[in-house]
């Protein structure tokens, strides 16, 4: 069933086209990733659909029953209620049929209604009316899913009552999240969504998204994301918008083999009219062939221009060298503690980093992961410990916000100053690689975008040349397209790596091991992000209660051992004995629900009201007890 069409969608900017003749179809059920480079019109193709902004030409045709919710980047709560007030807006409605309820079970044990037969069948038909309506629309479980989802997007109790006003930017976007999925439209639009989400928060969202019951359509750069809930794939490049059936990774494939489809096409295309265009100049002169030559041309002149694939937005032309290479061993830390003013915010850190190795450090925010970059590069003192760089070791350094960047200066400036030994020529060019072109070398910084800040830092870091790369962040502001260039460039970069990053697609690519930082030190990690997964799954809490030992040199290694997998296995019978019991339980609940309120309508119930009260009391606890089981139910499995 089709929900929302739009048709031919025209749209410019000071004069600017940014979309040209858009069609596009949302099906019911669908979940639809849009992508495409920063400033291709995503945003504004978002809120067009959801009627936010009038296109210059075009329709978007949707029926007055279905309903659109949409989120977008810059989407924050602003109110001075506390965060359960705000989410319980949402239920007003039921919150209203509660209340309602409530006081027609005051009136059903009214003695003036209870001595009047007739006026207590018209109560009592009225109240189980209203209390199926009730439960239908989700009236006992609302809270359970309001606290569901405010947990799954890392809100912990003590915000349930904070005043929204208090919250962070983050925090309040969080928020607008929370709020729209609760209301649950039929077409939920969401703007890069995994803003402000760490990454529990973000698979908390991709099943939660993959389990909703109306459509979605997303954009995002994260395309982690977008492969795990996407079943087909809009890229918006050059103004024009095209379909590809499958999650992010089948798009690869496709748009591949669409650009090898093309090119093939206008291979044949040019090199038909190239033998046209001989024919005509070596034969229109001669009277025994003009006439054919003259056909040709009129042939040449009707014939359809085919174009090159222009894949279709240049890309990012990264290429990380080394002047030369470092020594085997190219960074050990022995004890280090990090913090400032002498305060730690991490401490017990020790681990040694080789020439070639591409190191992911993961962790909890707060844990303090930029704040040991900065140590290691020389911008923060460390609070004690030591930090030992190997032979012919230079570090290039990529900062998380861009923050060194000089505001005042150009573009061209900015990178000519760290490199004055280059020509202007050469420094063009290598601002050209990362999309800056004509007068855009002459905008000032204060006023280019995010993503334009990234590329330049990047181009900056390129130039450099260091053995040793350290990168907060690196893909952040960054479209799909630069982020695939950065990789691709990183894989085939000759040195060494040590990077922070929330991209889940880019750590599964790139790193070749995992450092975890917690505030009481590290584990280590010597596999890729997918062993990292695996071991992280297995832990128990046995596991992080040990964790701050050295296992190597504590004595009864062996003994710690057995113990953790003895714990392990106990836990684990534990969890299966309450799911099996769990799973006897709902069943019965559920059935001894349903005979309850078959009798709520018998007559011998109906017409006696002390037993029906009796009965959806009854009713109403079983309903909680319910609620409390499967939620349980759910906590286990996961």
Known sequence: MILLQASHICKSFAAKPILDNINLTIQENERTGLIGANGAGKSTLLKIINGDIEPESGKIYKSKEVTTGYLSQEAGIESRHTVWEELLKVFRPLIEQ???????????????????????????????????????????????????VLHGLKFIEDDYNREISTLSGGQKTRLALARLLMLRPDILILDEPTNYLDMESMAWLENYLQSYTGS????????????????????????????YNGNYTKFLDLKAQWIEQQQREYEKYKAEKEQMEEFVQRNIARDSTSGRAKA????????????????????????????????????????????????PVSENISFEIYRGDRVALLGPNGTGKTTLLKTITGELHAVKGNITQGFHVSIGYHHQEQEYLSEHKTVLDELWDHFPHMDEKDVRTVLG?????????YKKISNISGGERARLELAELMCKKTNFLIMDEPTNHLDVYSREALENSLLQYPGTLLFVSHDRYFLHKIATRVIELTN??????????????????????????????????????????????KEKQRQERKRQRRLQELEEE??????????????????????????????????????????????EWVNLEE
């Open 586 to 631: 709902i069943p019965g609940l559920e059935e001894h629900i349903n005979t309850l309120e078959m009798e709520l309508y018998e007559p011998e119930v109906y017409n006696d009201h002390q037993k029906y009260i009796k009965k959806s009391s009854e009713l109403e606890k079983l309903h909680n007890q319910l609620e409390e089981h499967l939620e």
């Open 433 to 441: 690689s990362f999309l800056f072109t004509g007068d855009d070398v």
């Open 98 to 148: 509660e209340k309602e309820l409530r006081k027609l079970e005051k009136q059903m044990g009214n003695p003036a209604v209870l001595n009047d037969p007739q006026k207590y069948n018209q109560v009592s038909q009225k109240y189980a009316a209203l209390e199926d309506q009730f439960r239908s629309a989700g009236g006992y479980s609302y809270q359970a899913n309001i606290y569901g």
């Open 296 to 343: 040709k041309r009129k042939q040449l002149q009707k014939m359809e221009v085919v174009h090159p694939p222009e894949n279709i937005k240049k890309n990012v032309g990264i290429s990380f060298g080394i002047q030369r290479s470092s020594g085997k061993e190219v960074l050990n830390l022995e004890e280090l503690a990090v913090g400032y003013n002498n305060k």
């Open 520 to 565: 009481a030190g590290i584990r280590n990690y010597p596999g890729g992000y997918t062993y990292y997964l695996e071991k992280k799954q297995a832990e128990t809490d046995t596991d992080k209660t040990i964790k701050k030992e050295k296992d190597e040199e504590k004595p009864g290694k062996g003994k710690l051992d057995y113990l953790r997998t």
């Open 216 to 243: 979605v359509l997303v954009v995002s750069h994260d395309r982690y994301f977008l492969d795990n809930l996407t079943s087909e794939i809009l890229e918006l490049e050059n103004n024009i918008l095209r379909r």
